[in-house]
């Protein structure tokens, strides 16, 4: 389920039009080759979250906004996209339902060549359908 997770957020993440205007790709990983600002899935790890009757997956999964500027705020409005993005997914997906989606912590970081980094990192319970 946690791979299912992954292709469904990114296919959710890129089918955003407002999201698409501000962001040149959204990648499961760090694409080979794009320019900024990107989103990529940074990394994901599952444990099991079975119930009575159904399969389940808790999956700690983060994402990774790249951008670039000099004022610390730049990118707050694409990143806060995003999150309310991750926060609207569909509850219904293929193989699976969403139980919750709970938020756990971000970070924000400068880096070399005046570029910026934010990762976000949620919880997401699963159950098999």
């Given at each position: 389920?946690?791979?299912?997770?992954?292709?469904?957020?990114?296919?959710?993440?890129?089918?955003?039009?407002?999201?698409?205007?501000?962001?040149?790709?959204?990648?499961e990983e760090a694409p080979s080759r794009a320019s900024l600002?990107?989103?990529?899935?940074?990394?994901?790890?599952?444990?099991?979250?079975?119930?009575?009757?159904?399969?389940?997956?808790?999956?700690?999964?983060?994402?990774?906004?790249?951008?670039r500027g000099d004022d610390p705020a730049a990118g707050a409005?694409?990143?806060?996209?995003?999150?309310?993005?991750?926060?609207?997914?569909?509850?219904?997906?293929?193989?699976?339902?969403?139980?919750?989606?709970?938020?756990?912590?971000?970070?924000?970081?400068?880096?070399?060549?005046?570029?910026?980094?934010?990762?976000?990192?949620?919880?997401?319970?699963?159950?098999?359908?």
């Amino acid at each position: 389920m946690e791979t299912l997770l992954r292709a469904a957020l990114v296919a959710w993440l890129r089918a955003d039009p407002s999201l698409a205007a501000e962001i040149n790709t959204v990648a499961e990983e760090a694409p080979s080759r794009a320019s900024l600002p990107w989103l990529g899935v940074a990394a994901s790890a599952s444990a099991d979250w079975s119930v009575k009757g159904a399969a389940g997956r808790e999956v700690r999964i983060a994402l990774e906004f790249h951008f670039r500027g000099d004022d610390p705020a730049a990118g707050a409005t694409i990143a806060q996209a995003i999150e309310d993005r991750i926060a609207a997914l569909p509850r219904t997906q293929d193989g699976f339902d969403v139980a919750s989606i709970v938020f756990l912590r971000s970070r924000v970081e400068q880096r070399s060549g005046n570029t910026r980094a934010a990762l976000v990192e949620y919880r997401v319970r699963l159950l098999a359908t």
